[in-house]
């Protein structure tokens, strides 16, 4: 397990998606760490569609955590992930930052669904000459049963359905314990460079997700079911997401289905994560304090 690394010199960091769950924990760390954190996000004045204010952020940073945000409001997803992709890419080139940790999915290596944008950007990360590269891939996060799939909605009436699979166990992963992983890889002296994957707690299935996160919002009789590709399809739309995006959803799934290796490495103690689903959604769904 990598240490925190509190320099006794003070760097200055970036970090894209300051404000969402990911990029929160990685600047939480890098300040209690000791030091200065240039925030990408809208509401922290500087847009990822601002050429200019982004290489503001990144000009004379000692490193940088990149994301590829998604845009739920963009009609085609993944020409929107490859514009946001070259401005990062541009704004890395003009800075000569020296180390960029690219948060990256776990499956981002098979090329396809929402993992597509992510994996674009490694590639760019490899042609921009960074000195020190990292790229994190990380598992199946659990908010996504909360901010994607609305799990509280869903199960008040007794169900949870998704388009995955009950039965295949899936890598869980908090969002939390990888802004930690994010702000350790940063900061660390000499960190392996390349890829590294976070499995996270476990491996879990749909239908064992779904008692725990039952059970946590203190609800009896919910069952998992797995939806169509159509179900899943017309639901998406009917919510108004945009197609590109549920078919990108839909594209995972399959992929989740057809039993595609999302992990290359063996779970051990470097991929796996101290947060369980259950203590996770102790906090999530019911609100008790960690």
């Known amino acids: 397990m990598l240490k925190n690394y509190q320099s006794s010199e003070r760097r200055t960091y970036v970090v894209v998606g300051a404000t969402g769950k990911t990029g929160r924990e990685v600047e939480r760390h890098l300040t209690s760490y000791g030091h200065e954190v240039r925030a990408v996000a809208r509401s922290r004045g500087v847009s990822i569609d601002d050429a200019t204010a ?15 945000p998604f845009d739920l409001a963009s009609a085609d997803l993944h020409s929107r992930e490859a514009a946001i992709a070259q401005r990062l890419e541009h704004a890395i080139r003009r800075s000569g930052v020296r180390r960029v940790v690219l948060l990256s999915g776990l499956n ?13 950007m490694e590639q760019r990360l490899r042609t921009c000459a960074v000195p020190e590269p990292i790229v994190l891939r990380a598992g199946w996060f659990m908010e996504n049963f909360t901010d ?5 909605a869903q199960a008040a009436n007794g169900a949870f ?17 990888v802004g930690r992983r994010a702000a350790e890889l ?27 996160l039952a059970e946590a919002a203190g609800l009896s009789d919910v069952a998992y079911e797995q939806l169509s590709y159509e179900e899943a399809r017309a639901g998406m739309a009917a919510s108004g997401m945009p197609p590109s995006f549920a078919d990108a959803v839909i594209e995972t ?10 992990a ?26 960690t």
């Open 54 to 68: 982004l290489e503001r952020a990144f000009a004379h940073a000692d490193g940088a955590f990149v994301l590829m």
């Open 253 to 262: 799934a399959r992929s989740f289905n057809d039993s595609e290796p999302w």
């Open 161 to 177: 359905r998704t388009p995955f699979t009950a039965h295949r166990p899936m890598p869980t992963v908090a969002a939390r314990d």
């Open 108 to 120: 981002a290596h098979l090329r396809r669904g929402t993992s597509l944008g992510a994996a674009l």
């Open 186 to 212: 940063l900061t660390q002296p000499q960190p392996r460079l390349g890829v590294h994957e976070l499995h996270g707690h476990a491996d879990v299935t749909l239908a064992e997700a779904t008692a725990i």
């Open 264 to 289: 290359l490495a063996p779970r051990d103690a470097q991929t796996t994560t101290p947060t369980s689903l259950r203590d996770w959604a102790r906090v999530a769904l019911a609100g008790v304090p």
């Open 148 to 152: 994607g799939l609305g799990f509280r």
